[in-house]
């Protein structure tokens, strides 16, 4: 079972940020939190990932909370190709940890 | 850099039939490497991870199997196709320690 919970739908407007929020508040001291997308009929895209320090790249900033039991994913300026499901997954980088899909996020950036 | 490459894009197959979906890794060495399925509206299922070559670990019980022959090459089998084996197959990598899961563009089945 996925560590993580997350809402089922989001919306967002484009050209404004999406905030996806992600709870796993049972998250280990040695887990790390990782964001990844689906496009339709594509394989999941990597997005981020963190410990404990927040993270930005070229795609995503990642926020996550002080006692890490939940996080948040901000896309700066959604657009319409940012629409997807996004999986938050926690693993912890030891032999035979797998990564371990949820339902995800499904996010409709609308025009 | 590191590219993972997934065969064929789509399949339609006979229930009763055999299945061999192969997946390679170039610009990498002992990478860990997985097989998902994921069917029609629904997440993504683990089947199958491999730390090295000859080793495998199965999550689900099924009429699937892998093979791990090469460093760099996974292949998922079936010897008889179920409609149930219907789905969207990805294959994917992973470096040592922190570094993410990486996919490739999967393979459409189709069981008929």
């Known amino acids: 079972d996925a560590k993580t919970t997350q809402p089922p739908s989001m919306d967002c407007a484009e050209g404004r940020a999406a905030n996806l929020p992600c709870n796993h508040s049972?998250?280990?001291?040695?887990?790390?939190v990782y964001w990844y997308r689906q496009i339709h009929s594509q394989g999941p895209q990597y997005i981020i990932h963190?410990?404990?320090n927040n993270e930005t790249n070229e795609m995503a900033s990642l926020i996550i909370t002080e006692d890490r039991k939940s996080s948040t994913l901000i896309l700066p300026h959604a657009t319409l190709r940012d629409t997807a499901v996004y999986y938050c997954?926690?693993?912890?980088?030891?032999?035979?940890?797998?990564?371990?899909f949820g339902p995800g996020t499904r996010l409709s950036v609308l025009p | 850099s590191q590219t993972i490459h997934q065969w064929p894009a789509t399949l339609v197959q006979p229930v009763g039939s055999p299945l061999s979906l192969e997946c390679t890794v170039e610009?990498?060495?002992?990478?860990?490497l997985y097989w998902y399925r994921q069917a029609a509206g629904r997440g993504l299922q683990l089947l199958f991870y491999?730390?090295?070559?000859?080793?495998i670990s199965s999550e689900v019980p099924q009429n699937l199997s892998a093979s791990r022959p090469q460093d760099r090459q996974f292949i998922l089998s079936s010897k008889k196709l179920l409609l149930s084996d219907s789905g969207f197959y990805l294959c994917?990598?992973?470096?040592?320690?922190?570094?993410?899961?990486?996919f490739g563009n999967g393979t459409r089945l189709t069981v008929t």
């Open positions: 963190g410990l404990k």
């Open positions: 997954i926690v693993r912890a980088p030891n032999y035979g940890q797998n990564f371990v």
């Open positions: 994917a990598w992973t470096g040592q320690v922190v570094s993410p899961l990486h």
């Open positions: 049972t998250i280990s001291g040695n887990e790390y």
């Open positions: 610009g990498t060495s002992n990478p860990n």
């Open positions: 491999s730390v090295g070559i000859g080793q």
